[in-house]
């Protein structure tokens, strides 16, 4: 495929670099720090005072965040300390995952629990704990 469709089809795609993150399985204080990490590496949908709250004792909390790839600022994370481990589902399209894996790489101890690709998409389920 020649560079000028390459580009055109990624101009297409919604958003080529986002990445969704869903954090579960957490307290609210280890979802805030890996949000925080993830936030100094990329541009998010996270606002700085955007503090993850527990809304219920009894039902499991889920948080979302939406991370631009393309926008990463290198080496602007120290790794995060977190109490427990931390589940993970990362959602977008290859390049973008495989780059978020990476910086994950470099932030906290990764285990793969399942993943599952398709042609443009690949979707993750990890287990995060601290370094």
């Known amino acids: 495929m020649d560079g000028e469709r390459a580009t055109t ?12 993150v869903e954090l579960s399985g957490c307290s609210k204080d280890d979802a805030r720090v890996v949000f925080e990490t993830l936030c100094a590496c990329f541009s998010s949908d996270r606002r700085a005072d955007d503090v993850p709250q527990e ?26 300390r977190l109490r427990a481990p931390v589940e993970a589902d990362v959602q977008g399209g290859c390049w973008a995952v495989d780059r978020f894996r990476s910086t994950l790489d470099d932030l906290f101890t990764v285990s793969d629990l399942c993943t599952a690709s398709g042609d443009q ?11």
């Open 9 to 20: 089809m990624d101009s297409e795609r919604p958003h080529p670099h986002a990445v969704s």
């Open 121 to 131: 998409e690949r979707e993750l389920h990890l287990r995060l704990e601290s370094r």
């Open 55 to 80: 809304l219920d004792e009894v039902r499991p909390t889920v948080w979302l965040g939406t991370f631009d790839v393309g926008d990463a600022r290198a080496g602007a994370a120290r790794p995060g």
